[in-house]
């Protein structure tokens, strides 16, 4: 079954705790990319990759890193993570302009 | 930059009532466009998408929008709602330079 996944689904962590949301696609996709959802802002892209080793920031970039090291996995990386932080986190792949949400990562950053 | 707007943030309908949901976009160039809908508790799912010809596009579950180039707008539309109904609505627009854009969301409530 073609899917993206996310891990975890939920976490609850604490200012300054480094972590990782890692996200894995089997549909063997070049472009992934990270969004996070607000309420009344809808999804904001904080990076994609168009490919392996090919990274590049959207519009809420700061805060986060990613790495594409093999085309099915885009991790999600929050070194130093800020209350402001809190928010629900989807990766999707994509092709052909068909997107593929994961399921979604609900962080709170306490 | 691209941006997406979405006019109606909340919108509450009875039951066989119409939906029309706003949507406006920035890009003047080529654009395709979509809806999504993210029921309770799940993930986004896509409930059409205009790529190109007839501007009135059909969708799952009796959607359907409407894509006025010269309004820059995609509205979508439902002739009758249902209570399963009740979800959020995203409106995107995808160009050339490879990025989604989102319009903020509409929460879509029916009452039965």
């Known amino acids: 079954e073609a899917q993206v996944t996310q891990n975890p689904r939920y976490l609850i962590t604490v200012t300054g705790k480094k972590l990782t949301v890692t996200c894995s696609q089997n549909m063997n996709h070049e472009y992934m990319s990270w969004y996070r959802q607000d309420p009344g802002l809808g999804l904001r892209q904080i990076y994609y990759s168009m490919n392996v080793e090919v990274t590049d920031k959207g519009d809420v970039p700061e805060g986060y890193k990613v790495s594409r090291k093999e085309k099915r996995n885009f991790p999600l990386i929050l070194e130093s993570p800020s209350p402001n932080q809190t928010s629900l986190y989807f990766c999707?792949?994509?092709?052909?302009?068909?997107?593929?949400f994961g399921p979604g990562t609900r962080l709170t950053v306490l | 930059a691209q941006s997406v707007s979405q006019h109606n943030h909340h919108v509450i309908l009875s039951e066989a009532a119409s939906l029309e949901l706003g949507c406006n976009y920035s890009?003047?160039?080529?654009?395709?466009l979509f809806w999504y809908v993210q029921y309770p508790g799940q993930h986004l799912q896509l409930l059409l998408k205009y790529f190109s010809g007839d501007p009135l596009v059909k969708g799952i579950k009796g959607f359907e929008a409407e894509f006025i180039k010269s309004k820059f707008s995609f509205n979508l539309r439902k002739p009758s709602v249902q209570w399963s109904d009740t979800a959020e609505y995203f409106c995107?627009?995808?160009?050339?330079?490879?990025?989604?854009?989102f319009g903020g969301g509409t929460r879509l409530m029916v009452k039965p």
């Open positions: 890009y003047g160039g080529t654009v395709n």
């Open positions: 999707a792949s994509r092709y052909m302009g068909r997107v593929f």
């Open positions: 995107a627009a995808y160009n050339a330079g490879n990025m989604l854009t």
